[in-house]
């Protein structure tokens, strides 16, 4: 069963960032916070990952809470082709339990 | 640098044949998993291989059955087909598969069962 829970949907403007919420309230120490997105079916593209602290690249920013029982997954400025499903994963191996996600849609 | 290759990207079985997908690796990559991903049950893990081991499995019957070879490349299998395995099947490589280590997606078969 996936360790995480995220909100079924948001939208997003085109341009504005995209905040996605993720709760993992029952994180262990060596778990890492993992994002997905997934685009019509293909394979699950690799977003960002991190362990205490907040994360950033050219995608996207990581922001994790102190506790470490949630995260959020910052867009910075969304464009049409951020729309996708969302997924927060906690990983300390190659098992990942995905949960049903966040279906993001970006609104011109 | 290749992503993961998986093979065939579509398939047609019938009911009780048997069917071998294949995926390869990012060159380097040594753990490779398998999921399987359905419109009712989502994106379901199946089963992780590193160093032609198999580490970790899912809640899958023994129809599901999988295999890596000393390059890395792995297969998985399934025997005596139903109509609920038509789905789509995904395979990701990382390094070591530990939690530091990014795991990377091939773009999935996509099994039919008629």
């Known amino acids: 069963d996936a360790k995480t829970t995220q909100p079924t949907s948001m939208d997003c403007a085109e341009g504005r960032a995209a905040n996605l919420p993720c709760n993992h309230s029952?994180?262990?120490?060596?778990?890492?916070v993992y994002w997905y997105r997934q685009i019509h079916s293909q394979g699950p593209q690799y977003i960002i990952h991190g362990l205490k602290n907040n994360e950033t690249n050219e995608m996207a920013s990581l922001i994790i809470t102190e506790d470490r029982k949630s995260s959020t997954l910052i867009l910075p400025h969304a464009t049409l082709r951020d729309t996708a499903v969302y997924y927060c994963?906690?990983?300390?191996?190659?098992?990942?339990?995905f949960g049903a996600g966040t279906r993001l849609t970006v609104k011109p | 640098k290749a992503g993961v290759t998986q093979t065939p990207r579509y398939l047609i079985k019938t009911r009780g044949q048997q069917v071998t997908l294949s995926c390869s690796p990012i060159s380097g990559h040594r753990s490779v998993s398998w999921y399987q991903q359905t419109p009712g049950q989502g994106l379901q893990f199946l089963f992780e291989y590193f160093s032609e081991t198999q580490r970790n499995k899912g809640n899958f019957p023994g129809r599901f059955s999988g295999r890596q070879f000393s390059n890395s490349r792995s297969e998985m299998n399934v025997s005596t087909l139903e109509l609920g395995d038509s789905a789509l099947y995904l395979c990701?490589?990382?390094?070591?598969?530990?939690?530091?280590?990014?795991?990377?997606f091939g773009q999935g078969t996509r099994l039919t069962v008629v």
């Open positions: 994963i906690v990983r300390v191996e190659d098992d990942m339990r």
């Open positions: 029952t994180i262990s120490g060596n778990e890492y």
């Open positions: 990701a490589s990382s390094l070591t598969g530990t939690g530091n280590t990014e795991a990377f």
